[in-house]
């Protein structure tokens, strides 16, 4: 209890501060005591995602809380989010992708205990003892990033005399010229 006025107690009461996360965990621990973190990366400490962007300027932000499923297995829960500013691969011009990633991933022993988790959950199989919170969120933000990004609405990419590039390689038929000979003799 803080006092703000000497004649009068009052009570001061605030939604608790979440610590910064450690880069290592122990998710067993961390569910036991129901701990919650969050913080803020940046783009560029992310190597495997580098050379998807069209800058690594930014950051992303990312908060976790550690409990338990039904089965008493460590649950991590929580949200990756922030803006990723990829290559448009019709125009090549800069596109931002937000990102809005929700994590649910359940601690467990192996394949089968992974095949067997409820469709909302994902599994993770440790290796190590401990878990690496910023190869999580760089593991949600390649999830996020699509097989081609592009704008929605873009004109293609043109050269310098107006022509469009061609996005796609012209494949040629072979049978086109077994085609030709055969009007060539009609």
């Not at 950051?59 to 809380?65: G, I, N, P, Q, Y």
């Not at 959950?121 to 190590?128: A, G, M, Q, S, Y």
Request: proline content about 6%; hydrophobic content about 40%; aromatic content about 6%.
């Amino acid at each position: 209890m803080i006092s703000f006025d000497k004649n009068r107690v009052l009570q001061y009461y605030c939604a608790p501060m979440s610590p910064q996360c450690p880069e290592l965990v122990d998710p067993e621990r961390f569910a036991r005591q129901e701990s919650s973190c969050s913080g803020s990366a940046q783009l560029d400490q992310f190597e495997r995602i580098a050379p998807m962007l069209a800058s690594q300027e930014g950051s992303v932000d990312f908060r976790f809380r550690f409990t338990r499923d039904t089965r008493h297995r460590p649950l991590l829960q929580g949200r990756v989010e922030g803006v990723l500013l990829l290559q448009c691969q019709r125009c090549m011009e800069p596109v931002d992708l937000s990102v809005d990633a929700e994590v649910s991933l359940v601690v467990v022993q192996g394949l089968d205990e992974a095949e067997s988790l409820e469709p909302e959950f994902d599994p993770l199989i440790l290796e190590e003892e401990r878990v690496n919170l910023l190869q999580l969120v760089e593991d949600e933000l390649l999830l996020a990033i699509p097989a081609v990004p592009r704008h929605l609405d873009c004109e293609a990419a043109t050269t310098e005399s107006g022509e469009e590039l061609e996005t796609e390689a012209v494949h040629e038929n072979p049978f086109d010229v077994l085609a030709q000979l055969k009007k060539s003799n009609d």
